[in-house]
């Protein structure tokens, strides 16, 4: 495999981690992408999220840092914001305002054009990468049982189907789940689901506040909470401006018209938060974006896998886009995948599978328990998920007080901690101590 072909299906974020990871074993990487991929930062149509609140967590801002050193830096100088999470993000969870922690790692804070643009310059410029614009994927080709290469249509001019062949093929095409398809032809089970619908509707506009308005924070997150299935985000980008999304859940849908839309958060929203964004200039009019579940496929409870294929970032997991976790683990994917591949050929499904679940498990506990705290979301609430909620619910409201107990909080969200931390010792005793009454 040290000396091969890789060929990535699709150049969003997740196909661009993935072709960064895999540059530094194969001599050459092809990435196949559905548009026509724009010369400057702009929205494009295979990425309609992307015009919504992104944030890169500061676990994921380190990996990024790792693949593509000086990043930072360069996202910086586009006046990206350079944010401490437990110091300039004002969070609102479970209805109480979590305290300001410590000062600790940083997190990126772009507009999804701006770093998939960056990002994607740094991997065009390593040697061996490739980028195929304006095809079609139509399937995998094989060879007594392996994956051996993909086959693609070009978009303009109608021309013949195209093959292109690889050592290893990564589906990066997002959950829509081709490889799905494409497997289950080859005789291979399809993997074990699990899906939560959240019914998710996003409303979000560019908006310019007044000079230093609300210096030192660089946004705020409001969560929903049980009998109000919505929340916002309010977040600096670059360009000084700020982005606002406002989603709602469970089928309740934010107004399009922007007075309704900033009328329709004022009584989850802080009020000097809203006073300020009242009082913004609005730069764009909303775009409207809607999710209707969240997803997990179990790749890795398979018995058999097709040597050749591995399926990738949105592929195995998309997250409730509330929780800001897609691009972070999507990083942590990349990192997982790296690894395994530096260990080589033998049994890399199988390898890569485990270690991306590992990277996946906290991030879909969180967001999962988070989604059926709320009781319009549908889905089976087992006793174990029930005192979780119950737990974290607690955790949040001692942490609107409790430095120690909102550190654990931030460093988990942030993934420089694994969730279990949060149970820890020292963090569970302050979250049951009541302070009102005598300790026994």
Not at 4 to 23: E, K, N, Q, W, Y
Request: net charge positive; glycine share 10%; aromatic share 6%.
């Amino acid at each position: 495999m040290g000396r091969g072909h890789a060929v990535v299906l699709g150049a969003s974020m997740g196909g661009l981690l993935a072709a960064r990871a895999l540059s530094e074993t194969f001599d050459r990487v092809t990435l196949l992408e559905r548009d026509e991929l724009p010369a400057e930062p702009r929205d494009r149509r295979g990425v309609p999220q992307g015009r919504h609140v992104h944030v890169l967590l500061p676990r994921g801002s380190q990996i990024l840092g790792s693949f593509f050193p000086g990043l930072a830096d360069e996202l910086g100088a586009l006046g990206v914001p350079r944010t401490q999470l437990a110091r300039q993000i004002r969070f609102v969870v479970s209805g109480h305002r979590l305290t300001r922690g410590h000062p600790g790692p940083i997190m990126l804070q772009p507009t999804r054009p701006t770093l998939e643009h960056a990002v994607r310059r740094r991997v065009a410029a390593l040697p061996g990468v490739e980028f195929v614009q304006g095809c079609d994927v139509t399937g995998l080709t094989t060879t007594a049982g392996r994956i051996t290469g993909a086959r693609f249509a070009r978009r303009a001019g109608g021309g013949p189907e195209e093959t292109v062949e690889a050592d290893l093929v990564i589906d990066a095409l997002g959950r829509s789940g081709r490889s799905l398809d494409w497997l289950s032809r080859l005789g291979y089970a399809r993997p074990p689901e699990e899906r939560i619908q959240v019914g998710i509707r996003y409303v979000s506009c560019f908006m310019r506040t007044p000079p230093d308005a609300l210096a030192p924070e660089q946004g705020i997150l409001v969560g929903p909470v049980p009998g109000r299935p919505s929340g916002m985000a309010f977040m600096a980008c670059e360009g000084d401006r700020w982005l606002l999304t406002v989603a709602g859940m469970a089928g309740t849908q934010p107004p399009t018209d922007v007075d309704a839309l900033i009328a329709f958060i004022q009584k989850m929203t802080p009020p000097d938060f809203h006073e300020v964004i009242a009082k913004s200039e609005r730069l764009s009019d909303p775009v409207v974006h809607a999710f209707p579940s969240s997803l997990r496929r179990r790749y890795e409870k398979l018995r058999a896998y097709p040597e050749g294929l591995l399926v990738f970032a949105d592929g195995l997991c998309s997250f409730n886009p509330i929780y800001g976790q897609g691009m972070t683990v999507a990083s942590l994917q990349a990192e997982a995948l790296r690894t395994c591949l530096e260990a080589g050929e033998h049994n890399l499904a199988r390898r890569f599978y485990k270690a991306a679940a590992k990277a996946i498990d906290p991030a879909w506990q969180l967001s999962a328990a988070g989604d059926l705290a709320l009781p319009e979301i549908k889905g089976p609430r087992p006793l174990a998920t029930r005192l979780i909620n119950r737990y974290v619910a607690r955790l949040h409201r001692v942490g609107a007080t409790d430095i120690a107990v909102a550190d654990a909080f931030w460093r988990v969200t942030g993934y420089l901690d694994p969730t279990p931390a949060l149970l820890r010792p020292r963090v569970a005793l302050r979250v049951f101590r009541n302070p009102r009454r005598p300790r026994r």
